[in-house]
């Protein structure tokens, strides 16, 4: 692949729910970097392929493979076709995720288990499974939570809940996993412009006319802001750095 900083050469990557938005963006800039892709999507084949045809268009090496992060035996499936098809890995960005937004009075069973389940409990299922495929090196394990884990908006308890507890998972695997040479990160968005946040309308709104304004930068973030994040800390640049709720929010706090 044609690039300058070919700095993670001869790496295996699996990045989750890289269809579209920041994880395709994610994708894309760790290939760039030099890492054989694994496009990890749970319905939009279409977007997956996508993803895989712009890397391997590049000079790249991807494949997409489905699987639904909240379910075991499609985890299982996942790192098994990582291994079958690359041999290794070395990075892992949990990146699946989905967001809901609603008051306490309509917040419903379904409502928490669905953000709960691939926010937090897929995290966990994807680095149980990458654990175990490291090689004795160690490896890489990069979360994307988001900055309302510190600072939860309204309407927004159950997501905002769920960031929560990616940051403390974070923290408790570095640490848990640091003697295996493993470093854990997160990378903490502000208000990224997605497929998913024009589909919500936030575009336009009071809401989003607000954070633009509380932004030191004066703008909302692109995914390429957070995938060339993602690419420094899965490098050797970052070989220091673990435990890390990482902002990349355009200096909003």
């Known amino acids: 692949m044609n690039t300058s900083l070919n700095r993670l050469a001869d790496k295996v990557s699996v990045v989750t729910g890289a269809s579209k938005g920041i994880g395709a963006s994610i994708a894309l800039h760790l290939a760039r970097a030099g890492s054989a892709i ?6 939009d084949k279409a977007g ?21 992060t909240s379910k075991a035996e499609d985890m299982d499936r996942l790192f098994s076709e990582t291994k079958s098809q690359f041999g290794k890995l070395d990075v892992l960005v949990n990146n699946a995720g989905v967001f809901e937004f609603k008051a306490l009075e309509e917040i419903t069973e379904e409502h928490f288990h669905r953000q709960f ?26 979360n994307i939570s988001s900055v309302v884990s510190q600072d939860p908006v309204s309407g927004g308890a159950v997501y905002s809940a ?30 990224v412009e997605t497929e998913g946040v024009h589909a ?47 902002q990349v929010a355009g200096g909003l706090r």
């Not at 090496?61 to 639904?68: L, M, N």
């Not at 990616?166 to 502000?190: C, F, H, Q, W």
Request: without cysteine; charged residues 15%; glycine residues 14%.
């Open 200 to 246: 919500a309308g936030f575009i336009g709104t009071d809401f989003f006319n607000k954070v633009i304004q509380d932004t030191p930068l004066g703008r909302i973030g692109q995914p390429d802001d957070i995938g060339s994040a993602v690419a420094f800390v899965a490098s050797e640049e970052a070989r220091w750095i673990t435990g890390q709720a990482i």
């Open 162 to 191: 769920t960031k929560a507890a990616v940051d403390a998972i974070t923290k408790a695997l570095s640490t848990e996993l640091g003697p295996r040479g493993i470093r854990v990160n997160s990378i903490n968005p502000g208000p």
């Open 38 to 43: 694994v496009v990890n999507y749970n319905s």
């Open 117 to 142: 389940n691939i926010n937090v409990l897929g995290l966990l299922l994807a680095s149980q499974r990458a654990v175990a495929a490291f090689g004795s090196e160690g490896g890489n394990i990069i």
């Open 48 to 68: 997956a392929d996508a993803v895989v045809g712009k890397i391997t268009s590049e000079g790249g090496k991807a494949i997409a493979v489905q699987g639904d």
